[in-house]
Structures are given as structure tokens and as C-alpha cells.
């Protein structure tokens, strides 16, 4: 069995990157795997926040400006694992145009199908204002990357929809769905208790398991923690990645 990569990756930020990096971080960690996590975000490194889940951080920055060098620590880390490591790397949007510039430029996709590691990138697709520039994020690694690409559609700001066309049944998704991987939504969710719910892990930093065994918050609290985590997981289950 190979290594695998997964990379989030999207221009936009505030979108849910480090959300759904905590999430594949739980999902192997649950399923008895150990992931190793990594946190390129120069800015905020809200995926390193999560203590449980012993995020590795990479820096970035010399001075004020981003250093494309630093990025061959990643290839590092990689290359030095034990054989079948599975990786879940969060990167920023301010690092979103270095980092794939750098893929690109370094042939690394090439690189890693050479010493049989397997790169699964994920994007998340929004609804509301920041759903142009979530698809234009989307469509750029559409075009320079032929790996399978993870769609995550996230709907705390509305649904991921143009002209009343939902995402998935957008042509951007028909005419792409051989590059596709899987779809996996992120539902709405009722602010006043799943939502509020929610929130409260997430401002935290702490895994939907820590959150279900804290015996300080309300039982049926921990009940719906309980619900949205399962319905994540099914999902991630069914996306076999």
C-alpha cells in the first residue's frame, strides 16, 4: 500500500480549509490510523490549534515574504514516513497561488506517482458571496492538476449555487466528473442548536470526540455533536479515500 497525500487547497479564505482538514484528521484517527497532520498556513494556523491531533507546522515566511524553498520541507516529511502514512496538509489562501505554482514548477505530482504516493486534493465550494471565487479556486486546480480532486460543499453560507444550479449539477462538475472523486456536503445547519453546536467544538479546537465526552456541556448538546459527526463520517466513508 502506498502513501497518501491529501492536500486542501482553495484561494478563498474563511471557507472551512481547516474544518475539513480536522475532519479527514478525526476520520483516520477514529478508523485506527494515525495521520500526520500539517498545518502551511502563514497566517492562520487553525488547523495546528487542534492539540489531539499533533499538527505538524511548517513555516513559511522569511521576513514578509513567502519562501517557495520552505514548501520542500513537505516532500521531507513525506519521503521520510513509514511506508502506508496517510498526510492531511491544510494550506492558507494567501499560500493557495505559491504552493500550486510550486507543484507545478517542481513537477511534484509526477514526483509522488514516481515514489508511489498518492495526492488526493480537496476544495471547498461555498454558497453566498464567496461562491465565485470558491468555483474560480476550484477551476484553477481543475485545470493544472489530473489527480482526484475531493469536492467539499459547504453550506453555512447558503447553498453552493449559480442561477438557481446547484453545484453538483453544474457543467463545471458533468464535464469534470472523471477527475471528481466525491462529492461531500457540508449540511446547513439550525444556528439556535446544531449550529451553535457546532460552533462551540470549532472555537475550541477540539475534535467532535473531545466535544462528545466533555460532560460540561449539556447532554443533548453532545447528542447533536453526536449526529453531525456521524453523518460527516458517513460521508468520508462512503468518498473511500
Known amino acids: 500500500m502506498s502513501k497518501k497525500l491529501h492536500m486542501i487547497l482553495q484561494g478563498k479564505g474563511g471557507v472551512g480549509k481547516s474544518f475539513v482538514a480536522s475532519l479527514l484528521a478525526q476520520f483516520y484517527s477514529e478508523n485506527d490510523t494515525s495521520p500526520i497532520c ?46 502506508n502514512s496517510i498526510f492531511v496538509v491544510d494550506n492558507g489562501a494567501s499560500s493557495f497561488v505559491p504552493l500550486c505554482s510550486w507543484l507545478i514548477a517542481n513537477e511534484a505530482v509526477q514526483f509522488f506517482q514516481d515514489v508511489d504516493v498518492d495526492l488526493v486534493i480537496h476544495s471547498v465550494i461555498t454558497g453566498g458571496q464567496a461562491h465565485g471565487d470558491t468555483v474560480l479556486g476550484f477551476t484553477n486546480l481543475l485545470k493544472h492538476f489530473h489527480v ?94
Open 38 to 83: 500539517i498545518d502551511t498556513d502563514p497566517v492562520n494556523a487553525t488547523f495546528a490549534g487542534y492539540k489531539s491531533l499533533n499538527v505538524h507546522r511548517i513555516e513559511l515566511m522569511t521576513g514578509d515574504d513567502i519562501d517557495p524553498r520552505a514548501f520542500d520541507e513537505l516532500i521531507e516529511l513525506v519521503m521520510a514516513a513509514p511506508e
Open 148 to 241: 482526484p480532486l475531493v469536492v467539499w460543499l459547504n453550506e453555512y453560507y447558503g447553498k453552493p449555487e449559480f442561477n438557481g444550479i446547484a453545484f453538483e449539477n453544474s457543467s463545471i462538475v458533468q464535464d469534470n466528473s472523471e477527475k471528481i472523486h466525491a462529492l461531500i456536503r457540508i449540511a446547513a445547519l439550525n444556528p439556535n442548536t446544531f449550529g451553535y453546536d457546532l460552533e462551540t467544538v470549532l472555537k475550541g479546537k477540539v475534535t467532535f470526540a473531545e466535544g462528545i465526552a466533555d460532560t460540561s456541556i449539556s447532554i443533548m448538546a453532545r447528542q447533536r455533536l453526536k449526529m453531525i459527526w456521524r453523518d460527516l463520517s458517513n460521508q468520508i466513508s462512503a468518498a473511500n479515500l
